[in-house]
């Protein structure tokens, strides 16, 4: 009897740490996706600077985005990734720009909404990772992009976030629990 007591209470104890553990990643993914999308809405109405009195805070508009990957590509000592940046996305910005826009707002959205979430959190890994290659000597703040926005995606893309209060929740069932995201 008092096995059957100990096995209860520690069950219980896990399905409470499992609970907590599931809205703190569901609040992850909706932050995260607020950034996102807050990031591709600046794109699209193209406004960086906020003052809105008791706060005032940057966005990430087209033009700033192709004033990192600029910078990031003539400093980079990865000359491959540097070469095609230079060659390739800065040329042709217009196409590239439409791309991240419409990237972000899909990531962000996924995010927010708990669709696809390990796509959408892989998705801005894909979008991030080559700009923080390319930066990597220069000097910066060496927690700068793995703590705001590469360590929370590679949780998001390792957790399935979106099944709390997400999407995906819905989804998995109908999938026979095969939804990969």
Known sequence: MARTVHITSSTAAN??????MARAFTALRIFTGLVWLSNAIAKVVNVNMYDWGF?????????????????????T??????AFYQRVVLPNWGFF????????????????????????????LLLLVPIWVMLWHTGGYLWE????????????????????GGLDRVLAPRMGQRWPF
């Open 55 to 75: 706060l005032s805070f940057n966005l990430v508009t087209r033009g700033v985005a192709q004033s990192i990957a600029r910078d990031a590509s003539s400093k």
């Open 77 to 82: 000592y990865v000359a491959p990734l540097g």
């Open 15 to 20: 399905e409470g740490t499992y609970r907590l």
């Open 97 to 124: 720009g439409d791309f991240l826009t419409v990237a972000e707002l899909a990531i962000g959205l996924g995010l927010l909404f708990g669709v696809a979430t390990r796509l959408a959190a892989v998705g801005g």
């Open 145 to 164: 992009y793995p703590a705001e926005d590469l360590f929370p995606l590679l949780l998001l893309a390792v957790v399935p976030a979106g099944r709390v």
